[in-house]
């Protein structure tokens, strides 16, 4: 069973359960240390959720919520959803997914957005199915050097 929750306190547990999780998701960017979680957690345009498994106690997940006003309104952007490879398949990513979509209806937002690589395919298939539509869009990237 999953529980999952917003983060307020960064403890030396999350520090670690970040070690362990970041370079499932991304292989070019070191973990997030104590103080670059502190600055996460204190900013109030991101909610940081984790999920736990309540038997262990383990963090076998976590997912980025921004939250942020634009003029055409309050937008919510899902980011850094990783779920640890031996709780994939668990309910996990739907978990924190529905916890982050929640948040955002609770705080304004009429639409939540994400971005997935097509290789992600279990990803991608759970997003459609909690009710993610893909949009006919372009994603650009500038990259600084």
Excluded: C
């Excluded at 979509?101 to 290789?119: F, H, I, K, N, Q």
């Excluded at 395919?121 to 600084?144: H, Q, S, W």
């Amino acid at each position: 069973m999953i529980h999952t929750t917003e983060v307020i306190e960064v403890d030396d547990a999350l520090v670690a359960a970040f070690a362990r999780l970041t370079p499932q998701l991304s292989s070019s960017n070191p973990p997030p240390d104590y103080n670059e979680l502190s600055e996460i957690v204190a900013n109030p345009a991101t909610v940081l959720f984790i999920a736990r498994d309540v038997l262990s106690g383990e963090i076998v997940g976590t997912l980025t919520l921004a939250l942020f006003r634009i003029p055409t309104g309050l937008r919510a952007w899902i980011e850094d959803v990783v779920v640890d490879q031996h709780a994939r398949g668990q309910g996990v990513g739907a978990a924190l997914s529905e916890a982050a979509v929640e948040r955002a209806v609770r705080s304004g937002a009429r639409t939540v957005d994400l971005t997935s690589r097509p290789s992600r395919e279990a990803a991608n298939r759970l997003y459609k199915r909690i009710g993610f539509m893909p949009r006919d869009t372009n994603v650009y990237r500038y990259e600084v050097t």
